[in-house]
Structure formats: structure tokens, C-alpha cells
């Protein structure tokens, strides 16, 4: 039987700013350990606000979760098929998600009337910035109508999926963001219908055959981010 997996408290972050020559850069935090939900929302809740009142920078916050389900304002009861890990109702869009320790969490806590204030874009804008660092390590992310977040293609034609996006939007901040398989255990998304979409299956960066590290995909998320968003307009 699994050990039960200890959470890691907000106080062990470690704290990094991207360089910008902008007065308000935008902060980038990697979390160490594993970030309890109810936390990482109590800390996004918090910082959402100090970003509509001027008061914090904007901030993409890298984590990885224990092993749990979201359920997003869109889930359906009958996709929760087996609550083998404990169940947050959360505010976000989408449906039922699956987070655990070796899938790369990005919290993604923008100010729009900085950059557009348009929520689509915003949106279309985190699937480019998954598709270009996946791009980084040779996966081909592709995007599909109807169908939310990043899928790749097997050499047999099976689509699965990589990657789930998940937002909300308050005062015109953004906040929870994208979810990218790196090397988790992939049987734990056998509890639910990730993200209502049957028929598909979930894969990852390990699954794929490709040995990229934790700290590798942060990297290159971290480089394509500009390339993705483009800059903030704060300061100018």
C-alpha cells in the first residue's frame, strides 16, 4: 500500500524574478515539495487580489500537488468514477482533473489590463505556451476543437492527452492555469473522465519516451513564456 505523502507548507518556497525591464516584473515561484490544494488556493486567492489592487506583481507559480481530483464548475457526478484520492470542488472551468507528484502544476496569475483583456486569448495563449515547450523536446502538442488542453498523436493515430487548462478570472487577473504530465503515475487518472472527454486516453513526457526532468520543462516553460504572453505593459 502507498505512504500517505506529507504536503509541503507555502513557506518552503523558493522565490526567483524573471528578469524584465519593465517597474512591476513579473515573479516566477517554484514550490518545493508537495503544495496542499486547499493552501495553494487560500495563497492564489490572496495574491489575485494584491495583483487587482496594485499591490504584487504578477506571478506564474510552478508546484506539483498530492495526489487528488478537481472539479471544476463544469464537472459531472457520473465522471468521478472511483474517489480513490480526496475531492476539491474549485472555481476554476473545466471538469474533473487529476494532480499528483511527478505532473508539473502552473498557476498562471496575470494581469489582463496589462496585456489584452481578452479571457479567449488568454487561454489560446496558455496552449501556445505549452505547445512551444513541448516543441523544446521534440513532442508535437496539437490542439483540438472541442476539446480543451494539449493532445499528441502516436505513430498509430491515438490522440491523449498532456496537458489540462483550467482558469478563472476576477477583477481581470487570472488565476489557476495548466496542468503538464511530466512523469506521474499515469493509472491515477482512472478515476474520472479527465476533463469529461471519453474515448482518449492521458499521457506524459516520460510516457513518451522522452527523459526530461522537472527542472528541464521549467526551463523551457520560463523561455517560451515572452514568446507565448508577450510582455507585460506595466511600466511603460
Not at 4 to 24: D, E, F, R
Not at 131 to 145: D, H, K, Q, V, Y
Request: charged share 20%; net charge positive.
Amino acid at each position: 500500500m502507498n505512504e500517505p505523502i506529507a504536503a509541503a507548507p507555502l513557506g518552503s518556497l523558493m522565490v526567483a524574478k524573471a528578469s524584465s525591464s519593465h517597474s512591476t516584473p513579473l515573479e516566477w515561484r517554484v514550490g518545493e515539495g508537495l503544495v496542499a490544494y486547499p493552501r495553494a488556493v487560500e495563497f492564489m486567492e490572496k495574491r489575485v487580489a494584491q495583483i487587482a489592487d496594485g499591490l504584487a506583481p504578477e506571478l506564474v507559480w510552478l508546484i506539483e500537488h498530492p495526489p487528488i481530483y478537481t472539479a471544476g464548475t463544469s464537472a459531472k457526478p457520473s465522471d468521478l468514477l472511483d474517489s480513490r484520492f480526496p475531492v476539491f470542488q474549485t472555481g476554476r472551468g473545466g471538469q474533473f482533473t487529476y494532480h499528483g507528484p511527478g505532473q508539473r502544476v502552473a498557476y498562471v496569475m496575470l494581469d489582463l489590463r496589462l496585456r489584452k483583456a481578452d479571457v479567449r486569448a488568454f487561454v489560446r495563449n496558455l496552449e501556445e505556451w505549452i505547445i512551444r515547450t513541448l516543441a523544446r523536446f521534440g513532442i508535437a502538442g496539437e490542439r483540438r476543437n472541442g476539446r480543451v488542453g494539449i493532445w499528441v498523436v502516436h505513430g498509430t493515430g491515438n490522440e491523449e492527452k498532456i496537458a489540462a487548462i483550467g482558469v478563472r478570472v476576477r477583477r481581470w487577473v487570472t488565476f489557476h492555469g495548466v496542468a503538464l504530465n511530466i512523469a506521474p503515475n499515469l493509472d491515477h487518472f482512472g478515476g474520472i473522465v479527465p476533463c469529461g472527454v471519453r474515448g482518449h486516453g492521458v499521457t506524459s513526457v516520460a510516457g513518451l519516451g522522452i527523459g526530461a526532468s522537472m527542472a528541464d520543462i521549467d526551463a523551457a516553460l520560463r523561455a517560451e513564456f515572452e514568446n507565448a504572453f508577450g510582455a507585460s505593459c506595466a511600466g511603460t
